[in-house]
């Protein structure tokens, strides 16, 4: 059903699609509403209720844009798209951004007409397999059935690695991750490979979650990001530096919670940040006061990341390489300056 009604969507929206040369942030400023291109339903990424909410890390990064360019993070319109309606849904305008668990590549961001903001979490193919099979590793996978999801490169990624280890398989390509589900739980493949984190989350729509296992292996690096259309600097800088403003907000120190009492705080980098002196707003053609509504309303990286994906989510991922750079990890932005 979701399928059909993001094709319906996409359809509907083709008339008013903007020309790839727009001006977006002029677009979205008359419209009063980001429109922002998502997965047809990826748990702790983007999935909506039965009410019809969306929720998810890739919600929250369409929610932060939003609050920065209209200063309400609930002027968002979500539109459901398959990995193979994505790219094109962005390149005709039907979509004002990506945030859909996209993973960044030379041939995507240089031949697409389409340009990645930056890595929002940093990701890599990993394998699930049920407990029952005594698979403890990927390299005990020889003559498996493998299911991948069509258009993605998990499937020239399982290629290489089988290849590269002499083992042999059974590709099962399918068009879609729910198809994916369909399939591995109904016994069709022994093995489901996509980015790790994505078989955490499609985990929880099995039968019986508890009896899977996500093995240690991880063969690729797929840094996830946001993508605009090529040749739109201005709305290409507002989304780049909307990323960069929740990262900016955890290495400071800024929340949900205390972004107000900043306004006031006694360390200039704070104020400066949040709007209360310098004119970074003024650079991005934004409000004074961008990045204080994107922290104010929904939060930091960290707490972005935490609520959908870490700990205190049903995914319950580690921050591990995602975590900031002076915490270990690979998570860095320019200062707001």
């Given at each position: 059903?979701?399928?059909?009604?993001?094709?319906?969507?996409?359809?509907?929206s083709?008339?008013?699609?903007?020309?790839?040369?727009?001006?977006?942030?002029?677009?979205?400023?008359?419209?009063?509403?980001?429109?922002?291109g998502?997965?047809?339903?990826?748990?702790?990424?983007?999935?909506?209720?039965?009410?019809?909410?969306?929720?998810?890390?890739?919600?929250?990064?369409?929610?932060?844009?939003?609050?920065?360019?209209?200063?309400?993070?609930?002027?968002?319109?979500?539109?459901?798209?398959?990995?193979?309606?994505?790219?094109?849904?962005?390149?005709?305008?039907?979509?004002?951004?990506?945030?859909?668990?996209?993973?960044?590549?030379?041939?995507?961001?240089?031949?697409?007409?389409?340009?990645?903001v930056?890595?929002?979490?940093?990701?890599?193919?990993?394998?699930?397999?049920?407990?029952?099979?005594?698979?403890?590793?990927?390299?005990?996978?020889?003559?498996?059935?493998?299911?991948?999801?069509?258009?993605?490169?998990?499937?020239?990624?399982?290629?290489?690695?089988?290849?590269?280890?002499?083992?042999?398989?059974?590709?099962?390509?399918?068009?879609?991750?729910?198809?994916?589900?369909?399939?591995?739980?109904?016994?069709?493949?022994?093995v489901?490979?996509?980015?790790?984190s994505?078989?955490?989350?499609?985990?929880?729509?099995l039968?019986?979650?508890?009896?899977?296992?996500?093995?240690?292996?991880i063969i690729?690096?797929?840094?996830?990001?946001?993508a605009?259309?090529?040749?739109?600097?201005?709305?290409?800088?507002?989304?780049?530096?909307?990323?960069?403003?929740?990262?900016?907000?955890?290495?400071?120190?800024?929340?949900?919670?205390?972004?107000?009492?900043?306004?006031?705080?006694?360390?200039?980098?704070?104020?400066?940040?949040?709007?209360?002196?310098?004119?970074?707003?003024?650079?991005?053609?934004?409000?004074?006061?961008?990045s204080?509504?994107?922290?104010?309303?929904?939060?930091?990286?960290?707490?972005?990341?935490?609520?959908?994906?870490?700990?205190?989510?049903?995914?319950?991922?580690?921050?591990?390489?995602?975590?900031?750079?002076?915490?270990?990890g690979?998570?860095?932005?320019?200062?707001?300056?």
């Amino acid at each position: 059903m979701r399928k059909i009604c993001a094709t319906a969507l996409l359809l509907g929206s083709a008339a008013i699609a903007m020309p790839a040369a727009a001006d977006t942030f002029d677009i979205v400023k008359q419209r009063d509403k980001v429109t922002c291109g998502v997965s047809q339903g990826v748990a702790g990424f983007s999935a909506p209720d039965d009410a019809g909410k969306w929720s998810g890390f890739d919600i929250d990064f369409c929610r932060a844009i939003a609050a920065a360019v209209l200063g309400d993070p609930e002027k968002v319109s979500y539109v459901p798209l398959s990995t193979k309606e994505r790219f094109t849904a962005l390149q005709s305008g039907s979509v004002d951004v990506l945030s859909r668990q996209t993973t960044w590549t030379l041939s995507r961001d240089s031949s697409l007409g389409i340009r990645f903001v930056g890595t929002a979490y940093y990701d890599g193919q990993g394998f699930m397999v049920r407990k029952e099979l005594g698979v403890d590793s990927a390299l005990k996978l020889d003559g498996a059935t493998v299911c991948t999801e069509q258009g993605t490169t998990t499937e020239q990624n399982v290629a290489d690695y089988f290849g590269a280890h002499k083992m042999k398989y059974e590709p099962v390509v399918i068009d879609s991750a729910d198809g994916i589900i369909k399939a591995f739980d109904g016994g069709r493949c022994d093995v489901y490979t996509t980015d790790a984190s994505a078989l955490y989350a499609q985990r929880l729509k099995l039968t019986d979650p508890a009896g899977y296992v996500v093995l240690p292996e991880i063969i690729s690096k797929e840094p996830l990001g946001p993508a605009v259309r090529q040749g739109d600097d201005k709305w290409f800088n507002i989304v780049r530096w909307t990323l960069f403003a929740l990262l900016e907000a955890e290495e400071l120190g800024i929340t949900k919670d205390n972004a107000e009492a900043g306004l006031t705080s006694e360390n200039p980098a704070i104020k400066r940040f949040l709007g209360a002196e310098g004119d970074s707003g003024q650079q991005l053609g934004l409000d004074p006061r961008w990045s204080y509504n994107i922290i104010s309303k929904v939060g930091n990286f960290g707490e972005i990341f935490e609520h959908n994906l870490g700990q205190s989510s049903e995914l319950k991922i580690d921050r591990g390489i995602n975590a900031l750079w002076n915490a270990g990890g690979l998570m860095y932005a320019p200062p707001v300056r």
